[in-house]
């Protein structure tokens, strides 16, 4: 007797998933059956790289979620190539450093991009997938926050740390207002993942500034972390709406 992998059938729309964590989502949700559908922004060439590591059986779709628009084309576009969506997964992101003896016009302009990439565009996409959800079933959100998001962040992040409280607030609000329709939906708050965004910052700081302050001593894998948001979406995991899953080597509380 044949068994279907756990993710079969299912179309899954992934932002930002041309490279690093998404790159690694798209591939773990491939290997379960799923047929990811690929965002990506500038990287063509990293989408479709991707697209045929997995075998070509998957969409592409374009779209700069920095433009205010830019989400709810997205959506349009990944449901007209799909038909159906059955799960988003919000992972898209951007993290900037701005002091706060900046001018005010630089100041102000820093916060908005943050929080069009990184809330604003996960809000949209939110609306739009859960009109489609209660129209079709139901449906599951994954929002990639931060354990930035929990516990603040250092001040010339700040605005990248807010922006993740409020994807955290944002997911628990829908669990508790869509569960009945079918919607599961569920953060994920990663410390340090081993990304270009990481690499970045260590390269600046070292690595230990990153490491100092998780009790396993290392950053999360990619891997890790698609390995979670492919376990998330399994049918059989209805009761985990409304959670945060911290995947942060215990350093939340330090």
């Known amino acids: 007797m044949s068994h279907l ?3 079969a059938g299912q179309s899954v729309l992934v932002t930002g ?5 998404g790159a690694a989502i798209i591939e773990r949700l491939s290997a379960e059956g799923a047929r990811p559908v690929i965002h990506y922004r500038r990287d063509r060439e990293g989408a ?7 075998g070509g059986d ?3 779709v374009q779209a700069d979620l920095s433009r205010p628009d830019g989400a709810f084309e997205l959506w349009r576009d ?28 630089d100041w102000r302009a820093a916060w908005q991009k943050e929080f069009q990439v990184n809330f604003f565009a996960a809000a949209d996409l939110c609306k739009e997938a859960l009109v489609h959800f209660k129209q079709n079933g139901g449906g599951r959100i994954v929002n990639m926050a931060s354990r930035a998001g929990q516990r603040g962040y250092p001040a010339d992040a700040m605005p990248y740390g807010a922006t993740k409280a409020a994807l955290i607030n944002l997911t628990k609000s829908i669990a508790r207002s869509f569960g009945r329709d079918g919607v599961v939906a569920v953060s994920i ?3 340090w993942v081993r990304t270009d965004m990481a690499e970045d910052f260590v390269a600046k700081h070292g690595k230990e ?9 290392e950053m999360a894998e990619t891997a890790e972390i698609a390995e979670l948001v492919a376990f998330l979406l399994r049918p059989s995991q209805a009761s ?15």
């Open 189 to 191: 708050a990663p410390g």
């Open 48 to 54: 479709e790289a991707l697209l045929r590591k997995i």
């Open 5 to 7: 992998p756990p993710l």
């Open 240 to 254: 985990v709406n409304g959670a945060t899953f911290d995947v942060n080597g215990g350093s939340y509380i330090r």
């Open 209 to 217: 500034a990153a490491v100092s302050d998780i009790p396993i001593g």
């Open 58 to 60: 998957g969409l592409i």
């Open 78 to 105: 990944a449901l007209m190539a799909a038909g159906r969506i059955h799960a988003v997964v919000n992972n898209a992101g951007i993290r900037n450093e701005i002091s706060i003896d900046a001018d005010p016009a």
């Open 17 to 21: 998933a041309s490279g690093g964590i």
